[in-house]
């Protein structure tokens, strides 16, 4: 089995929530426990040194316009290892998107940055046009995270066609109550051409209303009205099986 992580945090690249931590054993449990063929993704905020994570670019994989809204950037991917496993992580770049000192909000003033939705879209794009250059097809994708909200539906209406992606399932994670909240008003789902009947909603509930499962992190419940989906916790084992049953139930395709 194939699994795409798209996370809004990795750690020990970013970790200020739950997730983050949950993301950094479930990859490497899958890995070591279900022979599963992880691959993970996530952006390249501008507080994760370059130098310290020793990124590098891949530049084969670099270079597509990406649009989000009336904003366009040049991505590029970069990739880092794991410290301690064999496990990599490829970072999606963008100087207009992610060159900011902080995750939704400048880490100083704490001003929170307006544009987080079309950040959301441009990295959903971006990620599965990494994808796609890759030429690796998962059978599951795994978003987690604010970041990650848009990620069901580019997959599930952007990417119909896509040879590499077509009939790919979902499954989201959200954040949690330590995580970033924003609910999307019309102007943003209008400006960013996203479905109208989203607008105040909160992005939470569109990656929980789009994806086909939903597995939730740490101490976080599915709250009234969501979808109801386990618990990922830390222990690498446990993870491992509650994760894995869960692909699998996915389709008769991934059983197999």
């Not at 704490?110 to 046009?129: I, T, Y």
């Not at 909200?149 to 992606?165: I, K, N, R, T, Y």
């Not at 999307?184 to 209008?190: F, G, I, N, P, R």
């Not at 929980?208 to 109801?228: C, F, I, K, M, W």
Request: no cysteine; net charge negative.
């Amino acid at each position: 089995m194939r699994v795409l992580f798209v996370a809004g945090e990795v750690a020990p690249f970013s970790e200020t929530t739950e997730v983050s931590q949950v993301l950094r054993v479930l990859p490497e449990a899958l890995q070591e426990h279900k022979d599963v063929e992880p691959r993970i993704l996530m952006p390249r905020y501008g507080v994760v040194s370059e130098r310290r994570n020793r990124l590098h670019e891949v530049i084969r994989l670099s270079g597509a316009e990406i649009e989000a809204g009336d904003a366009k950037d040049t991505l590029k991917v970069k990739v880092a290892s794991i410290p301690g496993i064999r496990l990599q992580v490829y970072f999606m770049d963008s100087v207009h998107f992610f060159k900011r000192k902080g995750l939704h909000q400048e880490r100083k003033s704490e001003k929170v940055f307006e544009d987080n939705p079309a950040r959301a879209l441009f990295f959903a794009r971006a990620a599965f046009s990494t994808v796609e250059n890759l030429g690796w097809r998962p059978d599951v994708v795994h978003a987690a995270g604010w970041i990650s909200s848009f990620v069901p539906h580019v997959l599930q209406e952007e990417l119909g066609d896509s040879e590499v992606l077509s009939g790919v399932r979902t499954v989201y994670t959200p954040e949690g109550d330590d995580g970033y909240s924003h609910t999307l008003t019309a102007e943003e789902a209008e400006g960013l051409g996203l479905p109208a009947g989203w607008a105040g909603k909160t992005m939470r509930q569109i990656g929980l209303d789009t994806a086909d499962a939903a597995a939730y992190a740490g101490s976080d419940r599915a709250a009234d009205g969501e979808p109801t989906g386990p618990t990922l916790s830390e222990d690498p084992e446990a993870v491992a099986d509650t994760a894995a049953e869960l692909y699998t139930s996915l389709g008769p395709a991934l059983a197999a």
